[in-house]
């Protein structure tokens, strides 16, 4: 199985050396690696080149494009996305890394269980040293996507997880433009709808937490819009997909989620609706939404709806 592993690339000069080496000593030799340069201020790409030459062996499977001007991450994972020719598909982000024996882990148990999508655990990774390991949850699909939906309770991670490209591309599932934060929630949450999914419990990724400079710290306004975006891209896929309602009630939880997140950052529900636009599906979200719009402090409606959360959570959402 020939493995195509993703990486977008945008001012990561000092993360992006461990990274490349990570990817180029990885045990599974049947893997292309593309790179997109999205307009990168610093030296990424020349550090990129530098280590590759330590790996002569992967110089004819790396393939490094550029984007002529700066469109962003989620546009970045689509142009490797669109240029990957490989059977099974990874992503990963700069400054991030891999254990050397990743990709054939995930390659081995996507073989052997004929699946969609495979997921691994990942470690907590900070000035070079490993921190916590968290297993993928032990869930059914459903219940697993069912969490992912209603938000804050299980990672939607994009990495760890290797993909069949032919199944992403069968379900129509990409990165859409203009969404560069929550941009993995639009794929993941779309892709498990129909996958095939099976989980691993040895650690496939190291996950960088000291990059202050990464989408993961930053809640700017233009995080906030991209968010907004991303719920909405969600929300009308499992409106035209999720016939049978299977999710309604974990969709409606975590749009209501997504209110308060963006009314904790200071904006207006006429604001949120211009990019989101919601109507619970559940008279009793309807009503709860109303609550939350209505003026009441934030402090309540936070703690209105988590308790509220635990209730819906322990019926099975």
Known sequence: MKVSVLVPVYGVAQYIGACAASLFGQTYHDIEFIFVDDCSPDDSISVLKAVLKAYPDRENQVRILRHEVNKGVGTARQTAFAHATGEAVMHADSDDVLPKDAVELLVKAMQKGAYDIVTGAYATYENGTIGAIMAPPKLSRRRYLRLMLCQN??????????????????????????????????????????????????????????????????????????????????????????????????????????????????????????????????????????MMKSGIPLQVSNVLYLVYRRIARSLGM
């Open 153 to 290: 309770l299980v990672k939607h991670h994009l990495w760890a997880r290797l993909y069949r490209r032919a199944f992403l591309q069968e379900q129509h599932i990409g990165f859409a433009t203009g969404i560069d934060y929550c941009e993995d929630y639009t794929v993941v949450t779309r892709a498990f709808l129909h996958a095939k999914y099976g989980h691993i419990d040895q650690v496939v990724y190291y996950y960088r937490t000291d990059n202050v400079a990464s989408y993961t710290h930053q809640i700017s306004r233009k995080n906030l819009v991209s968010m907004l975006k991303a719920n909405a891209v969600v929300a009308d896929f499992f409106r035209q997909n999720d016939r049978k309602k299977t999710y309604r009630m974990a969709l409606d939880m975590g749009l209501i989620n997504m209110y308060r997140e963006a009314m904790k950052q200071g904006m207006q529900p006429e604001e949120i609706e211009l990019y989101c636009p919601f109507r619970p599906s559940k008279l009793v979200n309807r009503l709860f939404l109303k």
